[in-house]
């Protein structure tokens, strides 16, 4: 006869972790109901909804340790309009997240998506306090149920021991949770009879795309995945020594941002000329110039320096000496020191003050800092009018995910690091899904001024799609003047919304 199992300082450790999934996955959802007005002029309509906010359990697998046993509690915030006969249950419906990763769905929600909006100006600076939601006419509502996700360790979701936070905090890991959070939420709901959609922005796309294909391996053939501002390779996207892919994706959302702040000269002082010419100047000369690195000329580096001093409005002195290599740090402190003044990563048409010392680096993204405050305001009063209990802290933006987040691909190991190498890289699985999913149809939104991740570098993305040319038929790419969230700008949001209706009318 054995001794009773002494819980170890592993377990005891744990037992919060574990009390906080019970405690919410035993809470009642919270439900409301209201009328969600969208529409403009002669096309406005009222549709009735029910909301419901609850928790979804991530329950660990059939060959796990503990099968059945919830490895984290998700919470799901969904608008469903109100029942009309028989179709009510087979209304398409959407799923969307946001990125980061360690971001909440709050910026999708009440942004452009939900029935409610937060406010910001139209040149993408911050609004003065205080800060409300309003009515949203060009909510996607019109055409979907509404079901938004917060992953765990952001929102009000968690990890239920430190094992499943480091799966859930990892590229794969975070991709079967949400699977299996979506899954049960269709089941819960029954809803298996309706159109399934995704829409995932940042590093919600990483996720989305991988999404596409997970889904199918649980019986689920999504009808559309929407990928607001690409991050499916982040070859494309991370500066980092040996890696040119970036130098060269980046130099047109440089040359438009740099016209934006009246930077340019002669010809390329119009948006969309400088947008051409340097996509234009980077196949015909950057790439191959990149390629061959010290075997350029003098007379050859100095040609090349004066063309990208000229599109991206730095000095043609401080590109050589970059080795023709402008990374998005030196472009942000660069282009506007004179002023004192730093560019905006995510919405590179905002500015804001440097130090007086004007360093060189970035100490704060302006262009993020601008609709912070002012959703994390909103989303918390639109909660207490929801009924939801808002003396919880709802995490808008979790940097600890982000710091602590596992890039490689596969399982993670008992010390929390990964298999594999190299960048993330999940448009290996959006092909791998159009190619398995013949009804599968993709809408992607890029924004002229998003210089983390810029329009180009997403079009190199899906240019490399293992696809064939039908398939590629069933992807469609449009693009905004504004930055990363481009519905903030009002009429990019009109704009989006058209782009999603005639979208869905091709289908």
Partial sequence: MTDTAKPTDATKKEEPWREAVE?????????????????????AQRIDYDFIAQYIPVVSDGLSAKPGEPEAAVYTLAYLAHAQGSGATSRPLLFAFNG??????????????????????????????????????????????????DPPHTGYSVSASEDARKRHLSVDGDVSALAEVMRAWLARHQRF???????????????????????????????????????????TLVFQAGNDLPHSLFLPGFAATAQYHGKLKGALNDAAAARVAAEAFVLEDYLVALHRGATLTAAQRSKLAKRIGELSGLPAALVEQQNLRITDQTFFTQLLRDEGRVVGRLESRVSGPMAARRGYAMEFDPGIEAIVAPYASAVNGYFAQLGIDTQRRYGIINGEVNQGWHWGRGPVDGKGKMSGNGYTN????????????????????????????????????????????????????HYYDAGHMMYTRPADLRKLKDDLAAWLARA
């Fill in 193 to 235: 009879g309706s159109a399934v959609y995704l829409a995932g922005e940042s590093y919600g796309t990483t996720r989305g795309a991988a999404l596409a294909d997970k889904m199918l391996d649980l019986g689920v053939a999504l009808s559309g995945v929407i990928l607001v501002s690409c991050a499916m390779d982040l070859q």
């Fill in 426 to 477: 999940t448009t290996v699985d959006l092909s791998r899904a159009l190619r398995r999913n013949p009804h599968l149809r993709v809408l992607v939104a890029s924004g002229h001024y998003d210089l983390g991740t810029p329009y180009s570098a997403t079009n190199y993305s899906l240019a490399q799609l293992d696809v064939d040319a039908e398939q590629l038929k069933r992807i469609e790419h």
């Fill in 23 to 43: 405690q919410r996955l035993a809470e009642a959802p919270v439900r409301s109901s209201g009328t969600a007005q969208v529409g403009t002029g002669s096309g």
């Fill in 100 to 149: 980061g990763p360690g971001s909440s769905s709050v910026w999708l929600h009440l942004g452009a998506l939900g029935p409610k909006r937060v406010h910001i100006n139209e040149d993408g600076t911050m609004p003065a306090p205080p800060y409300a939601v309003e009515d949203n006419p060009y909510s996607w509502f019109e055409h979907f149920d509404l079901v938004f996700i």
